[in-house]
């Protein structure tokens, strides 16, 4: 009896999930472009992940549809698939992507959000160099849901922290802390060759740093802070003139260290071999 060929179930997939796409496109709104794993899940027969990605490379899938994004440079399960002649320009599908994980980010909550843009645009495999960064900010899918707090010249600062809008509808208590890590580090400026560091600022030079739109906020939020002294963990400001001077307490600088004296060495003495036992005293009193 002759052997029966053996069924390319990945290509029949393929070609069934090409049917579901057409049918997706022409329902329109969010039916398109559906992700690659429900464009799997529309089709019968509950196919397996590692099936529906290995359907996404066939010759017959790829020739009409492209999945725009890569996961360990295989189709990502989580990426839209569009028909070719469908494809949005490449800022739309970063803008995507940069959302997508924007969300993902503010989940994970912690130092996980809000990133800045040079990391958010890390963790879409994109460096922030990259031409398309400042395009897919300023695309409308992006820009209508979250913004990035700083500009450096004309362009989003890489440095600053990219935020839901949805998040300051209210307070700016839960991304103050990163608000302020990015507006109190330190500036360098230079001054006829020599570089100048500056690490302490004015409630307004601080507001100033971040756009326009927070900035009467920030203000609002640091005075609430220094009056109840609740301003976050690691900020810390000096009063000059009567007028704070806020900084971040990472970038104080100690001062030299005091000097010695005899009488002090000898209050370290050998408890065991290998071990000693600082003791600490008053300092003895000035010799007049």
């Not at 209508?144 to 010249?153: E, F, Q, S, T």
């Not at 400026?189 to 009467?216: M, N, Y």
Request: with cysteine; glycine share 6%.
């Amino acid at each position: 009896m002759p052997k029966q060929p053996k069924v390319d179930e990945a290509a029949q997939l393929a070609e069934r999930m090409l049917q579901v796409l057409d049918a997706q496109r022409s329902f329109g709104g969010d039916a398109y472009p559906p992700t690659l794993r429900h464009l799997g899940e529309l089709c019968d027969g509950a196919p397996s992940h590692d099936l529906i990605v290995q359907a996404a490379t066939k010759k017959a899938f790829t020739t009409k549809a492209v999945v725009t994004e890569k996961e360990d440079k295989k189709p990502s399960l989580d990426s839209p698939v569009y028909f070719k002649e469908d494809v949005p320009k490449r800022e739309e599908v970063l803008a995507r992507r940069m959302l997508k994980v924007l969300e993902s980010q503010r989940r994970l909550g912690g130092a996980a959000y809000p990133p800045t843009l040079r990391r958010l645009a890390q963790l879409c495999d994109v460096h922030g160099s990259d031409a398309r960064v400042p395009k897919a900010v300023a695309h409308a899918i992006l820009a209508d849901r979250a913004l990035v707090v700083a500009k450096a010249g004309q362009k989003p600062s890489l440095e600053a922290p990219v935020v839901l809008k949805e998040d300051l509808e209210e307070s700016l208590s839960p991304i103050l802390p990163a608000l302020l890590r990015f507006a109190l580090s330190p500036v360098i400026t230079s001054t006829k060759g020599k570089q100048i560091e500056t690490a302490a600022f004015s409630q307004t030079d601080v507001s100033k740093r971040l756009i326009p739109d927070l900035r009467e906020r920030l203000e609002a939020a640091l005075e609430r802070g220094i009056a109840g002294q609740d301003l976050p963990p690691g900020v810390a400001w000096i009063t000059v003139k009567g007028a704070p001077l806020l900084f971040l307490a990472e970038n104080l600088r100690p001062g030299a260290p005091l000097a010695t004296t005899a009488e002090d060495r000898e209050l370290v003495s050998a408890s065991s071999p290998g071990e000693a036992t600082l003791t600490t005293s008053a300092p003895p009193a000035p010799a007049r």
